[in-house]
């Protein structure tokens, strides 16, 4: 299930740790995963996918074979922002003379899409992937992300809490985001901090790993609050 993602900076050895503790706490994580629409980040990136393959698929073909065609091209592993964006062709086209392209195409013509049609679906396709990759490193969750931090950012100057530090206001409204819309982001739970501070681990590595391994952000945050109980030291509360 894991996901690669460019490397943070820091210490080789330092990242390996980290990743294999947050792999050892999802391993041991005991909640109900099916609370949490999108455990894996690449499933965000699939579902635009399957939008996009919707809309340009109309009226050619109807949502539930657009919804079998997305779950066909993922398991075959070319709906991935990096092999999309390989079909790089010129004027902003995708090279219709690749081989995953020519699949792709056929694909959608024998669901009943005109070679136009068909074609225009790869090339959006291609161009999706590739404005992700230029833009967000080709990481769906880094790209939501940068929205949830505006909606952070703006949280001071659209409400005006008398009780509320702003530093628990932005804690509140981050977990708000985590719980509302699944938003990767992290909260920066108490509990996380001191478990990240006892093994050695930042915040921005436990989200560059995080991101690395494609898991949300948000489940993350509930993982490691969750296995304070497990954790050796009885030095602090819960």
């Not at 075959?76 to 995708?94: F, N, R």
């Not at 939501?144 to 409400?159: C, H, K, M, P």
Request: glycine letters at 8%; one cysteine or more; aromatic letters at 8%.
């Amino acid at each position: 299930m894991a996901k690669k993602k460019k490397a943070p900076e820091g210490n080789q050895d330092a990242r390996s740790e980290v990743r294999e503790y947050v792999l050892e706490r999802w391993q041991a994580f005991d909640g109900e995963p099916e609370q949490y629409p999108w455990i894996w980040e690449g499933d965000r990136w699939n579902e635009l996918m399957f939008c996009l393959i919707a809309r340009l698929g109309t009226p050619d073909f109807q949502a539930d074979m657009a919804r079998s065609l997305t779950d066909i091209l993922s398991r075959l592993g070319l709906l991935k922002v990096e092999t999309l964006a390989q079909l790089a062709g010129g004027h902003g086209a995708s090279d219709a003379s690749h081989s995953d392209a020519v699949f792709m195409i056929q694909l959608f013509e024998r669901a009943g899409a005109q070679p136009k049609r068909a074609q225009a679906i790869v090339t959006t396709l291609y161009q999706a992937a590739v404005g992700l990759q230029q833009g967000h490193a080709g990481k769906v969750q880094q790209y939501l992300r940068n929205y949830g931090q505006q909606i952070l950012d703006d949280v001071g100057d659209t409400f005006s809490f008398s009780e509320l530090s702003e530093e628990d206001a932005r804690y509140a409204f981050t977990h708000w985001l985590q719980n509302a819309v699944n938003m990767p982001l992290a909260r920066s739970d108490p509990i996380v901090d001191q478990l990240c501070k006892d093994r050695g681990i930042s915040i921005e590595q436990l989200v560059a790993v995080a991101d690395e391994l494609d898991l949300n952000l948000a489940l993350l945050d509930d993982i490691l609050a969750g296995s304070w109980g497990d954790e050796p030291s009885d030095d602090h509360n819960a």
